[in-house]
T-cell receptor, first 111, second 110 residues
Framework: GEDVEQSLFLSVREGDSSVINCTYT??????LYWYKQEPGAGLQLLTY?????DMKQDQRLTVLLNKKDKHLSLRIADTQTGDSAIYFC???????????FGRGTSLIVHP | SQTIHQWPATLVQPVGSPLSLECTVE??????LYWYRQAAGRGLQLLFY??????ISSEVPQNLSASRPQDRQFILSSKKLLLSDSGFYLC?????????FGSGTRLTVV
């Protein structure tokens, strides 16, 4: 079956790097996504990676994909207080339009 | 440009009352549309999805129903709300490289 796991909380100091990890089980995943949810708001697509890639960088964000271990990570460089939010990992299995979301990781950035 | 609208933003309804939440998208045709619920545990539960007008798939049995009367309109309904229907409801539509979410409706059933 499909399952996406991520830790529930991460606390970092402002200016440090944050690394949010995610594991998934469906080996047919074509796209993997990272979403950000601020309090009371909908989910905002941060970045995505296609399954034949192993890294993608976009400004302060770096996504690493280890397809063999089914492990996805999101690194946020120079974390700011505005980065405090819940981050969701999601995968889209091949041949499906239904994504599977993790439960979200609450990132807390403190001074 | 492609946008998604969801309303109302907040709603307080008594138990047993009906519900209608509306979602519309602009800037695309024949989108795949989704209704999710996010409960206190934060996970996203897929309620319904639709690949076309009048085509609704339900993921879990529940007190809710969905309809798609037009290509870019997706409606979530209930005839009689339960306390357990409280939550944050999100509409979304899919594009190749991701899913775009509406801003959500906070429903409190009292």
């Amino acid at each position: 079956g499909e399952d996406v796991e991520q830790s529930l909380f991460l606390s970092v100091r402002e200016g440090d790097s944050s690394v949010i990890n995610c594991t998934y089980t469906d080996s047919s995943s074509t796209y993997l996504y990272w979403y950000k949810q601020e309090p009371g708001a909908g989910l905002q697509l941060l970045t995505y990676i296609f399954s034949n890639m192993d890294m993608k960088q976009d400004q302060r964000l770096t996504v690493l994909l280890n397809k063999k271990d089914k492990h996805l990570s999101l690194r946020i460089a120079d974390t700011q207080t505005g980065d405090s939010a819940i981050y969701f990992c999601a995968e889209r299995p091949g041949g499906s339009y239904i994504p599977t979301f993790g439960r979200g990781t609450s990132l807390i950035v403190h001074p | 440009s492609q946008t998604i609208h969801q309303w109302p933003a907040t709603l307080v309804q008594p138990v047993g009352s009906p519900l209608s939440l509306e979602c519309t998208v602009e800037g695309t045709s024949n989108p795949n549309l989704y209704w999710y619920r996010q409960a206190a545990g934060r996970g996203l539960q897929l309620l319904f999805y639709s690949v076309g007008i009048g085509q609704i798939s339900s993921e879990v049995p529940q007190n809710l129903s969905a309809s798609r009367p037009q290509d870019r309109q997706f409606i979530l309904s209930s005839k009689k709300l339960l306390l357990s229907d409280s939550g944050f409801y999100l509409c979304a539509w899919s594009v190749l490289h991701g899913y775009t979410f509406g801003s959500g409706t906070r429903l409190t059933v009292v």
